[in-house]
Protein backbone atom coordinates (compact mmCIF):
# COMPACT_ATOMS: atom_id res chain seq x y z
CA UNK A 1 0.00 0.00 0.00
CA UNK A 2 1.13 3.83 -0.81
CA UNK A 3 2.43 5.05 2.21
CA UNK A 4 0.60 8.70 4.15
CA UNK A 5 2.29 11.35 5.73
CA UNK A 6 0.32 13.89 8.11
CA UNK A 7 1.80 16.43 10.54
CA UNK A 8 1.99 14.64 14.10
CA UNK A 9 -0.07 17.27 15.59
CA UNK A 10 -2.06 20.00 14.98
CA UNK A 11 -4.46 22.67 17.77
CA UNK A 12 -7.75 24.29 16.65
CA UNK A 13 -9.81 26.41 18.80
CA UNK A 14 -13.45 25.29 19.43
CA UNK A 15 -15.97 26.05 16.59
CA UNK A 16 -12.98 27.22 13.76
CA UNK A 17 -12.99 24.59 11.06
CA UNK A 18 -10.22 22.09 11.32
CA UNK A 19 -8.06 21.35 8.22
CA UNK A 20 -5.90 17.98 8.79
CA UNK A 21 -3.24 17.68 5.93
CA UNK A 22 -2.16 14.54 4.06
CA UNK A 23 0.29 13.30 1.83
CA UNK A 24 0.00 10.37 -0.45
CA UNK A 25 2.22 10.90 -3.40
CA UNK A 26 2.93 7.16 -4.42
CA UNK A 27 -0.77 6.23 -4.75
CA UNK A 28 -2.33 4.52 -7.42
CA UNK A 29 -5.25 5.03 -9.66
CA UNK A 30 -7.33 2.52 -7.92
CA UNK A 31 -6.25 3.06 -4.69
CA UNK A 32 -8.65 5.23 -2.45
CA UNK A 33 -7.96 7.50 0.33
CA UNK A 34 -9.80 6.67 3.60
CA UNK A 35 -9.56 8.81 7.19
CA UNK A 36 -10.31 7.31 10.59
CA UNK A 37 -10.16 8.85 13.93
CA UNK A 38 -9.50 7.36 17.04
CA UNK A 39 -10.90 8.83 20.66
CA UNK A 40 -8.57 8.03 23.78
CA UNK A 41 -9.67 4.21 24.34
CA UNK A 42 -11.90 3.52 22.10
CA UNK A 43 -11.11 1.72 18.77
CA UNK A 44 -10.66 3.64 15.31
CA UNK A 45 -14.08 5.21 13.68
CA UNK A 46 -14.64 6.02 10.22
CA UNK A 47 -14.81 9.50 8.82
CA UNK A 48 -15.10 9.59 4.95
CA UNK A 49 -13.68 7.78 2.43
CA UNK A 50 -12.55 9.15 -1.66
CA UNK A 51 -11.42 8.65 -4.60
CA UNK A 52 -10.83 11.71 -6.86
CA UNK A 53 -13.69 13.72 -5.79
CA UNK A 54 -14.48 15.76 -3.34
CA UNK A 55 -16.69 14.01 -0.38
CA UNK A 56 -18.85 15.65 1.95
CA UNK A 57 -20.83 13.23 4.79
CA UNK A 58 -22.33 14.94 8.37
CA UNK A 59 -18.87 14.35 9.94
CA UNK A 60 -16.56 15.98 7.51
CA UNK A 61 -15.71 17.56 3.87
CA UNK A 62 -12.98 15.26 1.83
CA UNK A 63 -10.96 17.57 -0.63
CA UNK A 64 -8.54 15.21 -3.18
CA UNK A 65 -6.10 17.17 -5.08
CA UNK A 66 -6.20 17.33 -9.01
CA UNK A 67 -3.34 15.17 -9.28
CA UNK A 68 -4.40 12.75 -5.92
CA UNK A 69 -1.19 13.02 -4.28
CA UNK A 70 -2.53 14.91 -1.29
CA UNK A 71 -5.90 15.01 0.23
CA UNK A 72 -7.25 17.29 3.46
CA UNK A 73 -10.14 16.46 5.96
CA UNK A 74 -11.91 19.03 7.10
CA UNK A 75 -13.66 19.25 9.96
CA UNK A 76 -16.00 22.64 9.27
CA UNK A 77 -17.12 23.12 13.38
CA UNK A 78 -14.59 21.75 15.67
CA UNK A 79 -15.56 20.96 19.00
CA UNK A 80 -14.06 19.70 22.34
CA UNK A 81 -15.45 16.36 21.21
CA UNK A 82 -13.39 16.27 18.01
CA UNK A 83 -9.99 15.91 19.85
CA UNK A 84 -8.55 12.69 18.64
CA UNK A 85 -6.00 11.05 16.51
CA UNK A 86 -6.26 10.88 12.86
CA UNK A 87 -5.75 8.49 10.45
CA UNK A 88 -5.24 9.17 6.46
CA UNK A 89 -4.89 5.58 5.27
CA UNK A 90 -4.66 4.86 1.36
CA UNK A 91 -6.22 1.73 0.79
CA UNK A 92 -6.29 -0.46 -2.88
CA UNK A 93 -9.71 -1.41 -4.00
CA UNK A 94 -9.47 -5.19 -4.03
CA UNK A 95 -12.19 -6.59 -2.27
CA UNK A 96 -10.99 -7.13 1.53
CA UNK A 97 -7.67 -5.15 1.36
CA UNK A 98 -6.76 -4.41 5.33
CA UNK A 99 -6.60 -1.18 6.17
CA UNK A 100 -3.05 -0.39 7.12
CA UNK A 101 -2.18 2.54 9.58
CA UNK A 102 0.30 4.89 10.08
CA UNK A 103 1.16 7.41 12.71
CA UNK A 104 -1.52 9.92 12.42
CA UNK A 105 -2.12 13.23 13.38
CA UNK A 106 -3.22 14.58 17.37
CA UNK A 107 -5.82 16.73 16.60
CA UNK A 108 -6.00 18.66 20.02
CA UNK A 109 -9.31 21.06 19.98
CA UNK A 110 -9.75 23.69 22.86
CA UNK A 111 -11.50 26.11 23.83
CA UNK B 1 -27.00 -2.88 14.51
CA UNK B 2 -24.74 -4.19 17.16
CA UNK B 3 -21.43 -3.43 16.79
CA UNK B 4 -17.83 -5.37 17.31
CA UNK B 5 -18.04 -6.76 20.47
CA UNK B 6 -14.50 -7.63 22.58
CA UNK B 7 -13.71 -8.93 25.53
CA UNK B 8 -12.55 -8.47 28.09
CA UNK B 9 -11.96 -5.18 28.30
CA UNK B 10 -9.18 -5.06 30.36
CA UNK B 11 -6.51 -7.68 31.52
CA UNK B 12 -3.25 -7.87 33.47
CA UNK B 13 -1.38 -10.75 33.59
CA UNK B 14 2.51 -11.65 34.08
CA UNK B 15 5.11 -12.51 32.02
CA UNK B 16 5.36 -16.18 30.83
CA UNK B 17 1.35 -16.43 31.33
CA UNK B 18 -0.62 -16.83 28.59
CA UNK B 19 -3.92 -14.86 28.16
CA UNK B 20 -6.82 -15.10 25.58
CA UNK B 21 -8.91 -12.06 24.17
CA UNK B 22 -12.12 -12.71 22.22
CA UNK B 23 -14.37 -11.07 19.16
CA UNK B 24 -17.71 -11.33 17.78
CA UNK B 25 -18.13 -9.20 14.94
CA UNK B 26 -20.55 -7.28 13.06
CA UNK B 27 -23.79 -10.05 11.55
CA UNK B 28 -22.80 -10.94 8.70
CA UNK B 29 -19.26 -9.60 7.77
CA UNK B 30 -16.95 -12.34 6.51
CA UNK B 31 -14.14 -10.76 7.23
CA UNK B 32 -12.73 -10.51 10.65
CA UNK B 33 -9.20 -8.47 11.32
CA UNK B 34 -7.25 -8.40 14.64
CA UNK B 35 -4.30 -5.46 15.25
CA UNK B 36 -2.15 -4.76 17.72
CA UNK B 37 -1.51 -0.81 19.01
CA UNK B 38 1.05 -0.21 21.46
CA UNK B 39 1.08 2.93 23.36
CA UNK B 40 1.53 6.15 20.77
CA UNK B 41 1.21 4.42 17.83
CA UNK B 42 -1.18 3.26 14.87
CA UNK B 43 -2.98 -0.22 14.99
CA UNK B 44 -1.14 -2.94 13.32
CA UNK B 45 -2.47 -5.62 11.67
CA UNK B 46 -1.81 -8.71 13.09
CA UNK B 47 -3.92 -11.46 11.36
CA UNK B 48 -7.18 -11.00 8.88
CA UNK B 49 -9.63 -13.75 8.60
CA UNK B 50 -12.15 -14.87 5.41
CA UNK B 51 -14.97 -16.61 7.06
CA UNK B 52 -12.77 -19.59 8.45
CA UNK B 53 -9.77 -19.07 6.51
CA UNK B 54 -6.69 -16.52 6.79
CA UNK B 55 -5.91 -14.58 4.61
CA UNK B 56 -2.78 -12.99 6.10
CA UNK B 57 -0.79 -13.57 8.53
CA UNK B 58 2.36 -11.97 7.71
CA UNK B 59 2.84 -10.22 11.03
CA UNK B 60 2.12 -12.72 13.57
CA UNK B 61 4.72 -13.92 15.55
CA UNK B 62 3.45 -17.28 15.16
CA UNK B 63 5.87 -18.71 17.71
CA UNK B 64 4.02 -17.41 20.73
CA UNK B 65 0.57 -16.10 18.94
CA UNK B 66 -2.23 -17.99 17.75
CA UNK B 67 -5.89 -17.06 16.39
CA UNK B 68 -8.70 -19.07 15.42
CA UNK B 69 -12.21 -17.91 13.98
CA UNK B 70 -13.94 -21.12 14.08
CA UNK B 71 -17.12 -21.44 12.22
CA UNK B 72 -16.62 -18.27 10.62
CA UNK B 73 -17.98 -16.33 13.70
CA UNK B 74 -16.33 -15.35 16.56
CA UNK B 75 -12.94 -15.55 16.84
CA UNK B 76 -10.25 -16.28 19.26
CA UNK B 77 -6.56 -14.25 20.13
CA UNK B 78 -4.11 -16.10 22.33
CA UNK B 79 -0.64 -15.00 24.02
CA UNK B 80 1.34 -17.80 24.96
CA UNK B 81 3.56 -17.32 26.48
CA UNK B 82 3.08 -13.45 27.54
CA UNK B 83 6.30 -10.89 27.10
CA UNK B 84 6.43 -7.69 29.09
CA UNK B 85 6.62 -5.96 25.16
CA UNK B 86 2.89 -7.58 24.33
CA UNK B 87 1.64 -4.88 26.55
CA UNK B 88 -0.91 -3.22 23.99
CA UNK B 89 -4.75 -2.59 22.92
CA UNK B 90 -5.93 -5.34 20.83
CA UNK B 91 -8.10 -4.25 18.43
CA UNK B 92 -10.76 -6.14 16.55
CA UNK B 93 -12.35 -5.11 13.63
CA UNK B 94 -14.50 -7.06 10.68
CA UNK B 95 -15.85 -5.91 7.45
CA UNK B 96 -17.80 -7.55 4.56
CA UNK B 97 -16.17 -9.74 2.66
CA UNK B 98 -15.82 -6.71 -0.09
CA UNK B 99 -14.66 -4.11 3.16
CA UNK B 100 -17.41 -2.54 3.28
CA UNK B 101 -18.87 -1.41 6.67
CA UNK B 102 -14.70 -1.66 8.21
CA UNK B 103 -15.64 -1.28 11.95
CA UNK B 104 -13.64 -1.59 15.41
CA UNK B 105 -14.61 -2.70 18.23
CA UNK B 106 -13.49 -1.09 21.59
CA UNK B 107 -10.40 -3.36 22.18
CA UNK B 108 -8.74 -5.04 24.94
CA UNK B 109 -6.13 -3.49 27.33
CA UNK B 110 -3.28 -5.81 28.31
CA UNK B 111 -0.92 -5.09 30.67
CA UNK B 112 1.84 -7.76 31.04
CA UNK B 113 4.28 -7.42 34.26
Known amino acids: DAKTTQPTSMDCAEGRAANLPCNHS???????VYWYRQIHSQGPQYIIH???NNETNEMASLIITEDRKSSTLILPHATLRDTAVYYCIVRGAAAGTALIFGKGTTLSVSS | EAGVAQSPRYKIIEKRQSVAFWCNPI?????LYWYQQILGQGPKLLIQ????????DSQLPKDRFSAERLKGVDSTLKIQPAKLEDSAVYLC???????????FGSGTRLTVV
Open chain 1, 50 to 52: GLK
Open chain 1, 26 to 32: TISGNEY
Open chain 2, 27 to 31: SGHAT
Open chain 2, 93 to 103: ASSTRQGLGYT
Open chain 2, 49 to 56: FQNNGVVD
